[in-house]
């Protein structure tokens, strides 16, 4: 069983930044640099959305519309991890944040994920 944990959300004004992390264990035979990675957010009220992808060697990213040149995906293999450093926060940006993993190189499409986090709470304040 993959176990996927994301931190670092919170309660901030508009304009500021967060960093969120999840922490990938138990790859099933597979090792983290064999998954594609991802991050994807939920409004109240509005379907779970794509925010950002990374492939396995970091050598290709996709975002968004609405936070590109905002946010910056990446992930640290030696430590099985996942980041998205998020500046220029915005209210609209306010919702759950989940990261995914895949077994494709990389995806933007939701079905492509396999095993998910629990989520972490971003609150942008106006």
């Not at 640099?33 to 409004?43: H, K, L, P, S, V």
């Amino acid at each position: 069983q993959v176990k996927l944990v994301e931190s670092g959300g919170g309660l901030v004004q508009a304009g500021a930044s967060l960093r969120l992390s999840c922490a990938v264990s138990a790859h099933i035979g597979r090792p983290f640099t064999e998954y594609g990675a991802g991050w994807f957010r939920q409004a109240p009220g509005k379907e779970r959305e794509f925010v950002s992808s990374i492939s396995w060697t970091s050598e290709n990213t996709d975002y968004i519309g609405p936070v590109k040149g905002r946010f910056t995906i990446s992930r640290d293999n030696a430590r099985s991890t996942v980041y998205l450093q998020m500046n220029n926060l915005k209210p609209e940006d306010t919702a759950v944040y989940f990261c995914a993993t895949t077994f494709l190189p990389y995806s933007t499409s939701e079905k492509e994920y396999v095993f998910w986090g629990q989520g972490t709470q971003v609150t942008v304040s106006s």
